[in-house]
């Protein structure tokens, strides 16, 4: 004797549901992402509306207009070594070993005037540093580029 049941249980799932929590997971990642980037105010630069200001006893390297290289291994005072982009990375692993900051930041100051090409190279040559600690074990370095505040 066979019974036939005449309601049958269809498993189906809706995935309208779960496109929406695709899609506010997307929003929420886009909007969280442009919050990161770091504005670090000080020098003769594009403008930035941001109020952040770095700590004085970061390590800072500098370009001025004429393209020359500076490197001020405590950031205080007016304790600059001129150096030229070829012995840039000597000039910053000197500054890394006496560096005594908790930060470990490097703030790249350069003038508006400045092509993107010389700050690209000192990003290379800071990498090439961050490479080498991270190989000797050691905590790398923070950089960030300086601003000038808008009035």
């Given at each position: 004797m066979a019974i036939n049941l005449h309601n049958k249980i269809k498993l189906e799932t809706s995935s309208t549901s779960m496109s929406d929590l695709v899609f506010l997971?997307?929003?929420?990642?886009?909007?969280?992402s442009t919050?990161?980037?770091?504005n670090i105010i000080k020098l003769s630069l594009p403008a930035s509306n941001s109020g952040r200001q770095n700590t004085p006893r970061n390590i800072e390297?500098?370009?001025?207009s004429l393209k020359n290289y500076y490197v001020n291994?405590?950031?205080?005072?007016?304790?600059?070594?001129?150096?030229?982009?070829?012995?840039?990375l000597p000039a910053l692993r000197i500054a890394t070993q006496n560096d005594k900051s908790e930060q470990r930041a490097i703030i790249l100051r350069s003038d508006k005037s400045v092509p993107i090409e010389n700050i690209v190279e000192i990003m290379d040559v800071l990498n090439v540093l961050n490479n080498e600690l991270e190989a000797a074990k050691q905590e790398r370095y923070k950089v960030a580029l300086a601003t000038e505040g808008k009035n």
């Open positions: 997971l997307l929003i929420f990642f886009m909007i969280t919050m990161v980037a770091p390297v500098y370009i001025d291994p405590e950031g205080k005072g007016n304790d600059f070594h001129t150096t030229v982009a070829d012995s840039l």
